[in-house]
Structure formats: C-alpha cells, structure tokens
C-alpha cells in the first residue's frame, strides 16, 4: 500500500476468478509500477535548483488527471464504464476523497523529502494502522493475535522513524527536511488507512468503477484548487515544464492509473489474502530505484524497522486470511435453520 495501494485503488467487488498465479503477477505488476509512479513523482519533485521544482499541488493534479486515461480505457474495455457515475452515496465519496487526496499530498511531500526506499516504507505502515482504526472506527473485533502483531509493527516504525526523529539526529540534521518528511510520510500512511476505512463502507453499496473515479476526480479538482497557491507563496505558484519534464509529469498520472487497474485485477483473479503479501515486493522496486536513479541506499534502521513492519503486516493478512477460513467452516458446520 503503500503510497498508493492503500488509498486509492480499490480491490473489485466481482468474486475472484481463483487464478492465483494469474493475481500475484498482477500484485507484483502493480507494486512495479506505482514504484515507477514514485520515482517520477520524487524526479519532477527534486529538481535543482529548487525554485524549478515542481509544487506537490501540481504533481497531485498530474497524478490524478493523466491516470484518467488509463482508469477510462480500462472501464470501457471491461463493460464498466456505464457504472463509474452511478452512486448514492455523494458525502462518502465527498470523506473519502478528501481524506485520500490529504494523504497523497503528504504522501508525496516525503517521497520528495526522504530517500525513496525510506518514504516507500514508511508507507506501509498503513496497513497497521487500518487495523486499529476498524477495531475503534467500525467495531470489528481485534484479538490478541493481531493486537500483538500491529503492537510489533508499530515498534517497527519507531525504528524506521529514529534516524529521522531522534534527538541526536534531529541535531545533525543541517535543516529539518528529513524530520518533517518522516512526519509527512507517517501523516500519509494514517491517511491513508482512513481512506481504507471509507473504502470499505463504500463498497456495500458503490461500485468499483464508482469509488475509483470519484476519487480520481476529486484529486485532479483538489489538485488544481492548489494553482491559486502562487499568489501566497512562490513555492506553490505552479511551474512551465519543458518536454522532458512534462513527459515525467504525463508518468506520474499514467503510472498510476495502471497500478490501479492492475491491483483491482489482482483482487478479480485471486483472494486477497493471496496476493496481498506481494504489496511489498514494493519494497524491492523502491530500492532499485533509489540506488540507480539518485544513488540512495537506505538507513541500516530503515531497513531493520521495515522488515518487521512488513513482517507484521504479513502475519496479520495470514491471520485474516485463517479467520476467513474458520468462519466459512463453522458456517457450513452449523444445522440449517427451520423455516
């Protein structure tokens, strides 16, 4: 989830096609690409000096107007075009887009602030988070297995985060751009465990076409409001890309409506407890991608404290995956009721 997995791709509401291998390889093209997504977004974000960066507001508006392309392509080839504008459900979508579209611009504040291995992983403590928020938002009940594991992964963070947030490294640090990007990464992934929260009430009653592109217009309007940021601050003011720039810009939004249509495709083929251990194959892709694009490597602490961040999101999908198990066996277990 990530950066984006999380927050705005939707797993499809249609039942799996029980193709396992079929899914995975959708899993791991998804985390491929919206890798590919955040190395762009880091690129166009990046640039020296600094008044020739890009705003985030502007990159957020590329994000979410160029994926159109693909989302809209894709819904038309599959018969679901004709759904994408149907919902009753105006004030969920409304909560939903605002919490995601808050989340992908403090999402995409730490991928320009932090080394992009570091931003990637900070991202997947979403996950973790999502399972507090349902046991205090929507009620489920979270027991000691999974209370253990999310209580592991948060320990896991406050690894990931200390190089960052330490008192020691916070007066090292010659500026606080490091400590503030592992803050907005952080505010990114709780954001983005709330958009998950929306994403499963919508689900009873929108369609997946519906969610995924209210949620991509909301961003690209959320995205363009920001254009008037210019006449507060120059850093905001919206900048003229040159033809290699604008082609990063253009990969942002296609990169990112591709790793939609391959994560809702994952969910179609398999069950998510299948796939979803695949999410952080991400992991991988960022770090090839900081190593060979901007010569990163990331904090040994990073990596320690991602490995049981990820550990433990893992044990917590295995889990629901064998509650959903059990649950199906004491229903077919249990004596049909008289009529």
Not at 41 to 54: L, N, R, Y
Not at 58 to 85: D, E, H, Y
Not at 175 to 202: K, N, S
């Amino acid at each position: 989830m990530p950066l984006e997995t999380s927050s705005s791709a939707v797993p499809s509401a249609e039942p799996p096609q029980h193709r396992p291998l079929l899914g995975i390889l959708f899993k791991v093209a998804s985390a491929f690409t919206f890798s590919c997504m955040g190395a762009a977004v880091k690129v166009v974000g990046s640039i020296t000096p600094a008044d020739q960066a890009f705003p985030v507001g502007q990159i957020v508006f590329c994000r979410s107007f160029f994926a159109l392309i693909p989302v809209f392509t894709w819904m038309a080839l599959i018969g679901k075009l004709n759904t994408a504008f149907q919902t009753n459900n105006h004030k969920g979508h409304l909560k939903r887009g605002l919490i995601g579209s808050l989340g992908m611009f403090f999402g995409f504040t730490a991928l320009i602030m932090l080394p992009l291995t570091d931003a990637t992983a900070i991202s997947f403590t979403a996950p973790l988070i999502s399972v507090v928020l349902a046991a205090f938002v929507l009620g489920e009940v979270v027991r000691l297995y999974r209370w253990t594991a999310v209580l592991v992964g948060f320990c896991g963070v406050i690894v990931m985060l200390w190089p960052y947030i330490s008192a020691d490294a916070i007066s090292r640090q010659p500026d606080t751009t490091l400590a503030l990007g592992a803050l907005f990464g952080f505010l990114g992934a709780t954001c983005a465990a709330f958009a998950m929260i929306e994403v499963r009430r919508l689900t009873a009653t929108e369609s997946t076409s519906a969610i995924v592109i209210f949620f991509s217009l909301m961003t690209t309007t959320f995205g363009m409001l920001t254009v008037v940021g210019g006449g507060i601050d120059p850093e905001w003011a919206w900048r003229t890309p040159d033809a290699k720039q604008a082609l990063f810009l253009i990969l942002v939004g296609v990169m990112g409506g591709f790793g939609q249509i391959f994560l809702t495709e994952s969910y179609r083929r398999a069950p998510a407890s299948t796939v979803a251990p695949f999410d952080y194959t991400g992991m991988i892709f960022a770090m090839a991608w900081g190593y060979f694009l901007f010569g990163e490597f990331p904090h040994e602490l990073v990596l320690i404290g991602a490995c049981i961040v990820c550990g433990a999101g893992i044990y917590v999908i295995l889990r629901e995956r064998q509650l959903g198990i059990d649950r199906k066996r004491q229903a077919e277990a249990s004596p049909p009721r008289s009529i």
